[in-house]
C-alpha cells in the first residue's frame, strides 16, 4: 500500500496560500509549462488528435497488460537482465537491498524515480547502511533540505535559488551565492566524485517496450544515463502499467510525453536500457534488474471504473495546469503523486477513506483533461471516487461520510453561521434519466440531526 500523509492536507494547504513566495513560485511554473506544454501539443506535425491515438495505445497496452509483462520480463532476461515481480513496497525494497548486499553496494546513486519515492527506498537503504546519492538537482537539493518532492518532476519548485543558496552554505560548506550557475557547478562538483565512486546506481522508468525488451528514462541532465551506465550494478524500478507494446507505440508516446512534460520535441537524453554490457561493449554495468511494481495497480487494473488511471505516462501536465495545485502546491497532497493525478491515484492506491481530501479537493474545471497528452478523464474519476464516498462501497472497502447538522431552532443557527453557505436538508437525491429519485454523486447518503436543547454558542461552532 502506498504510504501518505493525507491528514494535513487542510493545515499545509492553507499554509501554502499564505505564503507569498510560494504563491509566485507556483504562478510563474504554471506560466512556463502549463501554457508552453499545451503549445508544444498543438504544434504537433499530426495536430492534438496525436492524443487520441496515445489514449487508444495505453487503452490497448493495459487491456494486454498480462501478455506485455510477460514479453518484456522474456527479452530482458534473455538480454542476460534479470526481472522481478514485486506485489508491494516491502517486496520491492527487500528485493533490492538483498541484491546491494550480495553485490556489496555501499554507496548508491539515484535518478528520479516517483516509484522509489512511493515505496520509501531511500529510507530502508539508509536503514541498512547504505549511501544513497539522488543525482537530478532537484531531488538532490531536496535530499539535503530533507524534504519530499513537491511536483513529479520539478521536485524542488517550492524552493527558491535563496533558499537553494544557503542550504548549499550550510550542507556543502561553499560561499553562498543564489547564483543558479554557479550553485548548479557546485552540485555538479559533489554529485561527480559520488557516480565515480558508487557500487549501484538506481533509475526510474518512463516506459518500457515489450517488444524489444528495453526500459527508457528520459532526463535533461544527463544524470540517470550516468547513474545506469557508470556504477557496476543496475536497477531500474517501474509500475507495472509503464509498458507499451512495440517501439513505434513507444516512439508516439514518448513525443507526447516530453512536449507535454517541458513543451520539448524531446527531451535532452533519452536512454534505452536492457540488460548489462555485453562482452563488446567497453561501459555498462555487470548487472541489470528491473523491478516492476504491483502495490495495489492490480486493484485499480480490476475495476473497469478507474482503469483508465493506469494509462497516465506521469508528464505532470494535469500539475502544470491545475488551479489546485497552482496554489496549495505539491506537499498538501501528502503523497509522492499530487496534483488532478495524485488526486485520483492516491486514494486508489492508499485508500479512499484514508485520502478523501484529495479527490473532494479538486475543482472539476476540466483543464486536466485538456493537458494530459494521452486524454485521459480525470474528471470523471474524480466524480466516481466522491461517488463511493458519498455512497459507500463493501467491495472498495470504503465507508461512506456522514454529515451532520446542528441546531434545535433553525432561526437560532442562521444567527450564529454567517459564513455558511447552504443548509442541508436531507440525504443528496436526485432524478436519473428515467425520473426516478436516486442517491446523488456528491452529497451525504444519510444526515443526522443532533437536537441541542441548551443555547448555541456560535463560537463554538467548528465549520
Ligand atoms: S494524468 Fe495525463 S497529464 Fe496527468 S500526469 Fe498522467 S499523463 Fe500526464
Known sequence: ??????????????????????????????????????EAIREL????????????????????????????????????GHVFF???????????????????????????????????LNRALSAVGIETVETDLGEYIIQLANENPSHIIAPAIHKTREQVGRLFTEKLNIPYTNNPSALTMAARKVLRTKFLAADMGISGCNLACAATGHITTVSNEGNIRMATTLPRVTMAFMGMERVAATLTDHHTLLRLLTRAAAAQKMAGYI?????????????????????????GRSRILADKTFREILYCVRCAACLNVCPVYGKIGGHAYGSPYSGPIGAVVTPLLAGINRAH??????????ACRQACPVDINIPR?????????????????????QHAILGSDPRHVCEGLTNCMSFITGPSRTRDIEGVMVFGAHGPREVYLFVITGDIISDDLNF
Request: one cysteine or more; glycine letters at 10%.
Open 86 to 120: 514485486a506485489s508491494d513496497a516491502t517486496a520491492a525494497v527487500n528485493y533490492c537491498i538483498k541484491v546491494a548486499q550480495r553485490h556489496q553496494v555501499r554507496l548508491v546513486v539515484k535518478g528520479k524515480s516517483m516509484v522509489t519515492e512511493e515505496i520509501g
Open 271 to 295: 536512454s534505452y536500457i536492457g540488460g548489462p554490457a555485453s562482452s563488446e561493449q567497453a561501459d555498462g554495468p555487470e548487472a541489470f534488474h528491473l523491478v516492476i511494481l504491483d502495490n
Open 381 to 401: 474519476m474524480l466524480l466516481a471516487l466522491r461517488s463511493k464516498l458519498a455512497q459507500g462501497d463493501p467491495a472498495g472497502n470504503t465507508k461512506p461520510k
Open 1 to 38: 500500500m502506498l504510504a501518505v500523509d493525507c491528514n494535513k492536507y487542510r493545515v499545509t494547504a492553507q499554509k501554502a496560500i499564505r505564503d507569498p513566495v510560494l504563491q509566485n513560485a507556483l504562478t510563474n511554473f504554471q506560466n512556463l509549462l502549463g501554457k508552453g506544454g499545451a
Open 45 to 80: 506535425p499530426e495536430g492534438p488528435q496525436l492524443r487520441l491515438k496515445g489514449h487508444a495505445i495505453r487503452k490497448k497496452a493495459i487491456a494486454h497488460l498480462d501478455i506485455l509483462l510477460e514479453t518484456l520480463a522474456a527479452n530482458i532476461r534473455k538480454n542476460g
Open 357 to 366: 481530501h484529495l479527490c473532494q479537493g479538486e475543482t472539476l474545471c476540466g
